[in-house]
């Protein structure tokens, strides 16, 4: 079915244009509200964002005059003073050597009749030299065998010729080495 | 006439809603939206000041509570180490160990002032005093003697330690050490 317009054609144009003017009003204060909308949130974003800001800059200060406070110097200084003594007292221990360990642990190792006439420690090279007197030749091998054994603890001990030459009465001697975790 | 004034309407209707629309996206969002930035930014800034002064707070408490809990202790750091006038209690210490090890026992080496004695290397002012000692007696009596010095409640460090064989069984040692008094 065909729709005939009886209206002149200005008056089709003109209701066209209404019909167009009143939409695109409607359009225009639909978006002038959402800009309100939009604005309004944005400066009560501001509004709550200052009042935060502001809680901040009050909690700072307060701190700060607790914080900056003559006491809390003092605090500081006894507790830095208390450290430092307890740092130094730790590492002064910590680097004292404990040589009654390494004696208890060699005092086992000479074989019965045999005897250990000295026992000196170079702490630089971390040496022992031993010398001592035995009576037979059996027991200076069996020394030497218990420090070579004694793997935990003492290393590259030396087998010097003249120790065996004699097969009694020898004046024996040993230089060998300790692991520097025993004296700790 | 009419359907000129409606025309001309929408124009001006479309003009004026490009011109707030161009003003509020350029112009009053940008504005507010850079004022909002600033305040976070600027509250960022403080709020990682707060933290490190809550943190500091914090530190401050725990230091208080530190010392007090550590003013109740037997040792106080203090007497970690002696001062020049309170040395003879470490001489005296080690003579009671001679006592109770029954060994006998030489000192010698200690002399000069603490302004003279060289700095031990450590934060406070320390400084050392070179000492030697021989101990004569039982094997068992001098190690255990010697197990006692190393962990004595002052300081004193054995540096070396030699050991020989003495008439009746017993055994001569020498100990280079030092002690540590306060400046």
Not at chain 2, 130 to 140: A, K
Not at chain 2, 149 to 173: M, Q, R, Y
Request: hydrophobic letters at 40%.
């Amino acid at each position: 079915m065909r729709i005939i317009n009886l209206l002149p054609k200005f008056r089709q144009r003109e209701l066209y244009y209404d019909s167009i003017l009143h939409g695109l009003l409607t359009l225009v204060i639909f978006s002038f509200f959402s800009f309100a909308l939009v604005f309004l949130a944005q400066f009560g974003t501001k509004f709550y964002l200052q009042i935060q800001a502001g809680e901040i800059k009050a909690e700072i200060k307060d701190l700060q005059t607790q914080v900056g406070k003559q006491e809390n110097s003092d605090v500081k200084a006894q507790v830095k003073a208390a450290n430092d003594l307890i740092s130094d007292y730790q590492k002064l221990v910590n680097a004292s050597p404990k040589w009654s360990k390494l004696v208890k642990l060699f005092v086992p190792l000479p074989p019965q009749g045999l005897k250990i006439n000295s026992f000196s420690v170079n702490p630089s090279s971390r040496t022992i030299q031993i010398t001592g007197i035995s009576p037979t030749r059996e027991l200076v091998i069996a020394l030497y065998n218990n420090i070579l054994q004694e793997k935990t603890d003492f290393y590259g001990i030396d087998y010097p010729l003249e120790n065996i030459v004699q097969e009694t009465n020898i004046n024996f001697h040993f230089t060998f080495f300790y692991k520097s975790n025993i004296i700790q | 006439m009419n359907h000129f004034s409606a025309k001309n309407k929408i124009v001006f209707l479309c003009i004026a809603w490009l011109m707030v629309t161009f003003s509020m996206f350029f112009y009053f969002f940008k504005l507010l939206d850079n004022q909002n930035q600033a305040t976070l930014d600027s509250m960022s800034q403080d709020r990682s000041n707060l933290a490190t002064l809550q943190a500091e707070d914090r530190s401050f408490k725990q230091a208080q509570a530190d010392l007090k809990q550590l003013a109740a202790e037997t040792y106080q750091p203090d007497a970690f180490f002696s001062r020049d006038t309170n040395f003879i209690n470490e001489l005296n210490t080690m003579q009671d160990l001679q006592k109770k090890y029954n060994v006998q026992m030489q000192l010698a080496g200690v002399s000069g002032t603490v302004n003279s004695a060289p700095p031990a290397s450590t934060v406070t002012p320390v400084v050392l005093i070179p000492y030697s000692l021989s101990l004569n007696g039982d094997l068992s009596q001098v190690v255990g003697f010697i197990e006692n010095l190393e962990n004595l409640s002052f300081v004193t460090t054995v540096s070396g330690i030699s050991i020989s064989a003495a008439d009746k069984g017993n055994v001569n040692v020498n100990l280079g050490a030092n002690f540590y008094l306060r400046k």
